[in-house]
Structures are given as structure tokens and as C-alpha cells.
């Protein structure tokens, strides 16, 4: 069964980067799919960050265009996150998900990020 | 961005009841609207896709409607596990965009 497991500091300080990794069992990340990334504020609001495909092309939000960064190790079966600037807007959960079709059928536990100094 | 609009924001209901709960998208999305159910302290999990395509292991009572801006996410007989957010998303155009969601509680 596929699981994702995310990873990352759990605090970061404003005007710096976050950085996580989303670990893949179960499934190889260049056999299909999109993998994304997916963020939830406090207060329920979900966000869409963008997903990097099974072919290493990717597609990002406009909201996030110039911040944002989704590469990839296929000989670890991870991708990563990297957000740069961020602000205490940032403070989110992140969660690393599947793109099956155009719906989210595996989602990772997620991973609350603080930013704070 | 296609916003979508989730009403109500709350729903309080009595076990046993059954519900409706409404998506509007901001211009027309065919079908490509998908449903989440979200518990406390855990992820999203799929019930429906493609506005009402049941999925495997969810139960019956959840059911799907809807074309072109409005949607509805109908729970048959609301049981003590389903009290938990609800959120629609949108597949029609990049990027993707979910809904507010609808929180489900307990009255």
C-alpha cells in the first residue's frame, strides 16, 4: 500500500526558507501520477502549492510562482518542498499528496511548520 | 482562480439526520468537483470524485450531485463518526482550488 510520510523542521524564522521532503513507500514516484504539495492554514483554508510530475516536469501556483521549488531524488523515492521568504502568513500544515486523476486519493500524515522568530 | 463557496459553514445536526451540503463555483466545472472528509488530526480523505463517483471503502450514505457551479455532498442518516469538516475541490483549471469547508457538528 502507498504510503507518504513528511519531514522537516517544524519551526522556521521569518525571511528564510522551509524546506520538507515527502518519503514514498509503496509506490515509485517515476511510475505515474503528481505528487503535490497542499497546505492548510489555521482556520480550515486549503491551499494547492503546486506538484511535480512522474516525468520531473512541474506546475506551480501563481500565488507562489516566484517563492516556490518542487524537485525530486528518484533514487530515494522523495520530493521536496522548498519555500523561500517566508513570512508568519507561511504557518501552515503541509501535506505531501497524490495526484490521481485530478483528485487527492493518498495523502501524507502533514506536518505543522511555525514560522516565528 | 475558480473561488468555490461552501455553505453553511457549520451544520449543527442530530445523529440519525440526513444532509446536504453545498459547493458553488464561481463559473462553470462540469463535473471536476471532489469531495474530502477531514477529521480532527488527521488528513483528508476521498468520498466522492467527478461530482459523484462513489469511492471504494466509503460508506453508502455519502452520495454526490451536481453539475456546472453547484454541488451537493448528501450524508444519509448522519452517524457519530462522519462529525468532521467537509471540503469540495476543483479539477477543472489550474490551480486547483478548494472550498472553505463545511464543518459538521454535533447539535
Known amino acids: 500500500e502507498i504510503q507518504l510520510q513528511e519531514s522537516g523542521p517544524g519551526l522556521v524564522k521569518p525571511s528564510q526558507s522551509l524546506s520538507l521532503t515527502c518519503s514514498v513507500t509503496?509506490?515509485?514516484?517515476?511510475?505515474?501520477?503528481?505528487w503535490s504539495w497542499i497546505r492548510k492554514f489555521p482556520g480550515n483554508k486549503m491551499e494547492w502549492m503546486g506538484y511535480?510530475?512522474?516525468?520531473?516536469?512541474?506546475n506551480y501556483n501563481p500565488s507562489l510562482k516566484s517563492r516556490i521549488s518542487i524537485t525530486r531524488d528518484t533514487s530515494k523515492n522523495q520530493f521536496f518542498l522548498q519555500l523561500n521568504s517566508v513570512t508568519t502568513e507561511d504557518t501552515a500544515t503541509y501535506y505531501c499528496a497524490r495526484c490521481l486523476g485530478a483528485w487527492f486519493a493518498y495523502w501524507g500524515q502533514g506536518t505543522l511548520v511555525t514560522v516565528s522568530s | 482562480d475558480i473561488v468555490l463557496t461552501q455553505s453553511p459553514a457549520t451544520l449543527s445536526v442530530t445523529p440519525g439526520e440526513s444532509v446536504s451540503l453545498s459547493c458553488r463555483a464561481s463559473q462553470g466545472i462540469s463535473t471536476s468537483i471532489h469531495w474530502y472528509q477531514q477529521k480532527s488530526n488527521e488528513s483528508p480523505r476521498l468520498l466522492i470524485k467527478y461530482a459523484s463517483q462513489s469511492i471504494s471503502g466509503i460508506p453508502s450514505r455519502f452520495s454526490g450531485s451536481g453539475s456546472g457551479t453547484d454541488f451537493t455532498l448528501s450524508i444519509n442518516r448522519v452517524e457519530s463518526e462522519d462529525f468532521s469538516v467537509y471540503y469540495c475541490q476543483q479539477s477543472y483549471s489550474l490551480p486547483l482550488t478548494f472550498g472553505s469547508g463545511t464543518k459538521l457538528e454535533i447539535k
Open positions: 509503496g509506490y515509485t514516484i517515476t511510475s505515474g501520477y503528481d
Open positions: 511535480i510530475s512522474y516525468s520531473g516536469s512541474t
